[in-house]
């Protein structure tokens, strides 16, 4: 199973990115997935996370109204699209899925290599 993320960049504070992650076909479309961020010195930390059918979002209080997590149908791409950046969201962020169908904050099993989002003030 592989997961391939993309879409970080370097922006300024209020902009927007969208993040995208492409699953292998390996992993079922009807896999939970999910979006972390991780910045030195801290843990990986839980941002968003989607069930499989794409019906039922979960989010961390520090994105919610900002972030959004999507996938397509069939399931083998999610993406989050983030607003109104702030310095704060500066990280690299992974994608992951797990073996469930729900959406979870904890226990991903697959992880992918992580884009770097550097917000500028």
């Known amino acids: 199973v592989q997961l391939q993320a993309s879409g970080g960049g370097l922006v300024q504070a209020g902009g927007s990115l969208r993040l995208s992650c492409a699953a292998s076909r390996r992993l079922l479309s009807n896999n939970g997935m999910g979006w972390f961020r991780q910045t030195p010195g801290k843990e990986r930390a839980f941002v968003a996370g989607?069930?499989?059918?794409?019906?039922?979002?979960l989010y961390a209080d520090s994105v919610k109204g900002r972030f959004s997590i999507s996938r397509d149908y069939g399931g083998n791409t999610v993406y989050l699209q983030m607003t109104n950046l702030k310095p704060e969201d500066t990280a690299v962020y992974y994608c992951a899925a797990h073996r469930r169908s729900s959406v979870v904050m904890t226990g991903y099993d697959y992880w992918g290599q992580g884009t770097l989002v550097t917000v500028s003030s």
């Open positions: 989607i069930d499989w059918r794409g019906s039922s979002t």
